[in-house]
């Protein structure tokens, strides 16, 4: 029994119809994916998640996690057993290196497992989300014992995995890290110092925990240029005694009570060192990179989520009656649904869910591309544009699902406010996104600074001059949104030139824009991505292919985001420009009141 | 212990130096305001909130409050106490009739207490704030024997109040309530029927309640007209018997624990009648109003306490380093206020927070001059304001009060979201102003439709030429924000031309455009408040008059405003322009995912 319904069928038109990923012939692995694939996964995944994840949502939320005297940690009622079946379903080894166990599929198809496992319960999915990352991160830096010993469990999930990088003074700046490693006789590291945030930290979900911890070796040079990161198991798999890490407590959070966040204490734990001493910031940003793209994917399942509950609640729900002409006449009240206020926040939620979708499912396939295609130029091209679109899919995808969460929890009214209906329980889960894997104010930074600055804008302008193009070639049935995008464009451009131009001034200029930017960048990706989904309903609608309804549905959102989102690149544009000086106006001390 | 301080100079800049309350004659009780009792309120009833009410606030989240076996309600610990210092301290009697027992002060004093008393604990503020509208109905509407048994101990706060009127199926609806009235003979009437969402239902801070209650009278007419109004005490005065109300339960709410929001079972209890039977809309909504201004308060109390907290956090925490000049360049780390993205968010909250401030306070004193002032016209003028912008402050208040909590709880990163630091609970508490009181997308359709349409837009045109003049009499000096502020205007009068357009089309088109037109009328109020800060700002720093600190950050804080607030007119005007089409095109089954 549950409320959510996998979108397996605006999945698939992403899959199969727009992205064609059953036809690509590289990377390699997309030899597998056929249409039988697509339908599989968008229906059979959605099953599952539906039917064993989603029924954990509620009561994960009320009841949370707990610390037991003896420091052990246990999850929410049916976690453990939901876990279980998880690993024997194998869709957690979809992604994961063949050569350990795992299925070797394209990333493209495992994202949409991330929306479905968000959807259903998000405190649920921080277990096995972080698997995909970890395994990429001791994949690319371990040695090879090490990857014999931990890989092929991780793989398959038998063990689960966190990120050990946050210090109670160190979070964005883990520079600022005091976590220790010592080098013993034997190769091994002593690890010792306390971390907090850690999700999953303990559970009883698996027998064993591989952690993967950031910390100084002694002498390390100051700043993020002296952290290791090393692999710091719960239990140690030779021996199979415990290794020295414990749980001081766990975080009271505002939502997300399903996922046990963690202070963890290391004391004289063994570590062993991934990659070179005083490298562990890039092997770290392999883990970081994947989960700010999981990220994104989690804004947008819970606005899927919050959508479908709303659309529901505003069909059946009577207030009020239509100005226009009314359902039906002799009723007391008509529902929700008849309102163009209700449907404008209905509207606003599929036009971002279905864009964005569309969006995180294009460049997941770009990041299958910039590891796997055979040429080194596609490699780079797609890797650039990846990395570009990264920090703007975390935190644009964060901001807008969180927002869109706020909105459907407002078409409850007071319904919305009052546990019963969970509703408020999304928006509690759906706020930390915007925080964790980097705060959307450092992801915003990242795109203005590392992804715009540092090329000139070479990628930005490659990205812009690629969507002009496409309205360009987009016919009159189009230019209902070919031509707002293309003008958003323009504003797009104007955008980076002065990006760039504050920048070169003053860097805190350019940092003062950013957000701005990184909220036009977005607005824009989505607006292309919509304008692609609007050009193929079209063409099937034209050619008597495909459900009439589906189709006109899409034509109707992409019309909603050209006169509604697409505007706001005029604003942004303003800001972007306005740069950091009134900002920086004030002493720190004008700050506080007095 | 609390980390809130009240605004008092920022209050007393807006009361005194802008808005010049004490050299007002008229109405006539502005007579009693002089500069003594502007800084005695500011400062005194701030240290009272400060002082007696924060303290609880945290508590009253993590406790709530209980409804016992016999189904009485306690309020969380030291709610009593603080309620018995409250009434003894006569803070709330200030704006109450002196006729009975009140101070018969402007209600822009008032104003200022409902902001310290949010601010400190919202939860608290709810048993309180009701009291103001609940005696201006009862005043308004009652016969002089319930004037006379029930005023006395409503205006001095022996007794509380409620207002009930939300069923399970009628909330925004009101014309569904199924609640019954039936005449007794002794005049009084006899009530049955379940309420929801009654906030101080019952609770252990008063030794009776007087509920304010809507029910239908046999053959009542059906929908909003055949609605009446009832006052029905907990306990008969007379008597001092129980009357038929008990508490179903109390409602789990995502935020404001403190607040006993009941469900209410009346049977067959003894009510009044107030007003006219089948007039108890119009008589509820002299209470309504009076609540709508103090729930946009409710989002400026709830944003200058997240300001509050962020501000200290940000000039406290050490993370990174400064892009330009470093405040210590020894410091492993600078405090987060050297960072113009964490600027940018403390600048927001206070261009919103000190531009609404003021605009509620001028609003505040039409109110006054509303219902006070000598000439008839004047009368008429400030009560067409006063209705125009009673949905915006409402709406966009509570809108923007959100808004800004949200982004303070993001200034704290990952400790923004543990409950330790409190933000998360402001913004849990934040997030039911937008809906109670009428769900803010009644508000902007209110705006629309009763507030701009019904009079073709006279009063938003004169609101419009009142700006735009101030803006050409501004000066050079003053032309950084007068500029951007005219051309807003001229968005804001082409999206008035828009929306009427478009309901004289389709009274759908206009309802589909009314939010972003709320929201702009509320993004051009503020701006226009600011413009008369600034204005005050550079003109008594050119007479050498003030602290130069002080009026500098206004000026700052005028120009962020202009460059990043005022450039949204353009967007919200296209989004007004835009009307229903692309919201009303689905079929209402096309909502739903299959």
């Given at each position: 029994?549950?409320?959510?319904?996998?979108?397996?069928?605006?999945?698939?038109?992403?899959?199969?119809?727009?992205?064609?990923?059953?036809?690509?012939?590289?990377?390699?692995?997309?030899?597998?994916?056929?249409?039988?694939?697509?339908?599989?996964?968008?229906?059979?995944?959605?099953?599952?998640?539906?039917?064993?994840?989603?029924?954990?949502?509620?009561?994960?939320?009320?009841?949370?996690?707990?610390?037991?005297?003896?420091?052990?940690?246990?999850?929410?009622?049916?976690?453990?057993?939901?876990?279980?079946?998880?690993?024997?379903?194998?869709?957690?080894?979809?992604?994961?290196?063949?050569?350990?166990?795992?299925?070797?599929?394209?990333?493209?198809?495992?994202?949409?497992?991330?929306?479905?496992?968000?959807?259903?319960?998000?405190?649920?999915?921080?277990?096995?989300?972080?698997?995909?990352?970890?395994?990429?991160?001791?994949?690319?830096?371990?040695?090879?014992?090490?990857?014999?010993?931990?890989?092929?469990?991780?793989?398959?999930?038998e063990w689960l995995a966190t990120m050990a990088l946050t210090e109670g003074h160190a979070g964005t700046d883990l520079g600022l890290m005091k976590t220790t490693a010592t080098k013993r006789g034997n190769g091994a590291y002593s690890i010792s110092g306390e971390k907090i945030f850690i999700s999953g930290g303990d559970h009883d979900l698996t027998d064993n925990i591989v952690h993967l911890v950031l910390a100084r070796v002694p002498d390390a040079p100051a700043g993020s240029r002296g952290i290791s990161l090393f692999l710091v198991p719960k239990i140690m798999p030779d021996s199979g005694e415990k290794n020295g890490v414990s749980v001081g407590s766990i975080e009271h959070k505002m939502g997300l009570h399903g996922s046990a966040t963690c202070v963890l204490n290391f004391d004289e734990a063994t570590g062993f060192l991934l990659g070179e001493e005083n490298g562990g910031l890039a092997a770290m940003f392999i883990m970081m990179n994947a989960a700010r793209l999981a990220v994104g994917v989690q804004g947008l399942g819970h606005a899927e989520h919050a959508y479908q509950k709303a659309a529901a609640y505003a069909l059946e729900r009577k207030q009020g009656r239509a100005m226009g002409d009314r359902p039906d006449p002799s009723a007391a009240a008509d529902s929700l649904i008849v309102h163009p206020d209700v449907r404008r926040m209905l509207m606003d939620a599929r036009a971002f869910i279905e864009g964005f979708r569309a969006l995180v499912l294009w460049t997941s396939v770009q990041i299958d591309v910039s590891h796997g295609a055979q040429s080194r130029e596609e490699r780079k091209k797609a890797d650039g544009l990846v990395s570009f679109l990264t920090p703007v899919i975390k935190a644009f995808g964060s901001d807008r699902g969180f927002e869109v969460a706020v909105n459907m929890q407002q078409v409850f009214g007071g319904h919305g406010y009052v546990t019963e209906w969970g509703?408020?329980?999304?928006?509690?889960?759906?706020?930390?996104?915007?925080?964790?894997?980097?705060?959307?104010?450092?992801?915003?930074?990242?795109?203005?600074?590392?992804?715009?600055?540092?090329?000139?804008?070479?990628?930005?302008?490659?990205?812009?001059?690629?969507?002009?193009?496409?309205?360009?070639?987009?016919?009159?049935?189009?230019?209902?949104?070919?031509?707002?995008?293309?003008?958003?464009?323009?504003?797009?451009?104007?955008?980076?030139?002065?990006?760039?131009?504050?920048?070169?001034?003053?860097?805190?200029?350019?940092?003062?824009?950013?957000?701005?930017?990184?909220?036009?960048?977005?607005?824009?990706?989505?607006?292309?991505?919509?304008?692609?989904?609007?050009?193929?309903?079209?063409?099937?609608?034209?050619?008597?292919?495909?459900?009439?309804?589906?189709?006109?549905?899409?034509?109707?959102?992409?019309?909603?985001?050209?006169?509604?989102?697409?505007?706001?690149?005029?604003?942004?544009?303003?800001?972007?420009?306005?740069?950091?000086?009134?900002?920086?106006?004030?002493?720190?001390?004008?700050?506080?009141?007095?």
């Open positions: 029994m549950t409320d959510y319904s996998p979108p397996a069928r605006d999945v698939i038109f992403v899959l199969k119809d727009l992205l064609r990923v059953h036809e690509r012939s590289e990377p390699a692995n997309y030899e597998m994916v056929d249409e039988d694939l697509i339908e599989t996964i968008a229906h059979e995944a959605g099953k599952f998640c539906a039917q064993v994840v989603a029924p954990l949502n509620r009561n994960a939320d009320e009841q949370g996690c707990t610390r037991h005297a003896d420091g052990s940690v246990t999850t929410p009622d049916g976690f453990k057993q939901a876990y279980d079946e998880w690993v024997e379903s194998g869709w957690g080894t979809l992604p994961q290196p063949e050569e350990f166990g795992g299925q070797g599929m394209p990333h493209a198809l495992f994202t949409v497992i991330e929306e479905y496992l968000n959807s259903a319960c998000a405190g649920f999915m921080m277990y096995p989300g972080i698997l995909p990352g970890a395994v990429a991160t001791v994949m690319s830096s371990a040695s090879e014992d090490l990857k014999q010993t931990y890989l092929p469990k991780m793989v398959s999930g509703m408020e329980q999304i928006v509690r889960d759906a706020r930390i996104p915007m925080i964790y894997e980097g705060a959307n104010g450092v992801q915003a930074l990242d795109l203005a600074g590392r992804k715009t600055a540092k090329d000139g804008g070479a990628v930005a302008q490659a990205f812009f001059s690629m969507i002009a193009s496409e309205c360009e070639e987009a016919g009159e049935a189009l230019a209902f949104i070919a031509d707002p995008l293309g003008k958003a464009v323009h504003h797009g451009e104007a955008a980076a030139k002065a990006l760039l131009e504050n920048g070169a001034q003053d860097p805190n200029d350019m940092a003062g824009g950013a957000y701005a930017w990184m909220q036009l960048v977005g607005t824009l990706a989505i607006g292309w991505q919509w304008l692609r989904l609007a050009k193929l309903a079209q063409d099937q609608l034209d050619a008597g292919e495909g459900d009439p309804a589906f189709l006109s549905a899409k034509l109707a959102t992409a019309r909603f985001y050209a006169e509604q989102q697409l505007p706001l690149c005029t604003t942004l544009r303003h800001r972007v420009k306005a740069g950091a000086g009134a900002m920086m106006a004030l002493e720190a001390e004008q700050f506080l009141r007095s």
